[in-house]
């Protein structure tokens, strides 16, 4: 009989987001971010490791499928596992991580979820970025990297739904993810023709899933999806201040 904790995959992911605008108006931020990084497969353990956090039902942190990818509700890994299969992966062999925010006391939003998609010998293959808006749609892109992507993961999708009012519909994202085991580097680049107009960085640390680690999460940001939604305002109405050419909403064709 032993008293070790179950030894899990899934952890919190603590660090910045920075974003870095370079045309019409040089704008620049950096704000304190945690996420959760689930590993699909372990639901059950870390349900048992954290009883704050549940999945599909009420707790003060929720993990909800209806939140995520179509929105139907269907479990996730198994919709992921569906679009694996589409590109040629055998979904078996495959160690999904959606990194994303929790519902806290109900509420979320997530601006963009991460799933990140190894093989068996721990070599990132793919990664689907879940895309939501403030007008409530949401597009998931899935990248794969391009040839000779070396160690850091690459990879490039054209936009197809709007999301800021202050970038042109046509635009194109380019991923760049550098991992180890203990930080994760995520970096999504928006281009208008072939002239950077956003650098998104996610710059974060790997932090084992205790209790004692959401505890002090939660006292330093109780608040994360809230906050995140309060700071896109924010940053809107200033970009707006500056003279930023605002673009009307709309689908992107």
Request: proline residues 6%.
């Amino acid at each position: 009989m032993t008293n070790e904790p179950e030894q899990l995959r899934s952890h919190f992911l603590v660090g910045t987001i920075r974003h870095r605008r370079s045309r019409v108006a040089t704008y620049d931020f950096t704000h304190h971010v945690w996420y959760l990084a689930l590993d699909l497969d372990e639901r059950a353990a870390v349900h048992r490791r954290l009883p704050l956090l549940s999945f599909n039902r009420r707790n003060l942190l929720e993990l909800r499928d209806v939140d995520h990818l179509e929105g139907d509700g269907e479990d996730l890994r198994t919709s992921v596992s569906r679009g694996l299969e589409s590109h040629g992966f055998d979904p078996a062999q495959m160690r999904v991580t959606l990194i994303s925010y929790p519902r806290i006391l109900g509420y979320v939003f997530n601006p963009v979820s991460f799933y990140l998609c190894h093989d068996a010998a721990g070599t990132l293959r793919a990664v689907l970025a879940e895309v939501h808006n403030t007008h409530g749609d949401r597009e998931v892109y899935d990248f794969l990297p391009v040839a000779g992507g070396g160690p850091v993961f690459k990879g490039a999708q054209d936009k197809r739904m709007y999301v800021s009012p202050f970038i042109a519909a046509a635009a194109r994202y380019e991923l760049l993810v550098r991992e180890d085991d203990e930080q994760l580097a995520v970096t999504i680049r928006e281009d208008e023709g072939d002239e950077p107009v956003l650098v998104a960085q996610l710059q974060v640390r790997r932090v084992p899933l205790t209790n004692r680690s959401l505890l002090r999460l939660l006292a330093s940001d109780p608040l994360m999806p809230l906050k995140t939604s309060v700071l896109i305002f924010w940053h809107a109405i200033r970009l707006w201040r500056r003279g930023v050419p605002w673009h009307r909403y709309g689908r992107t064709p």
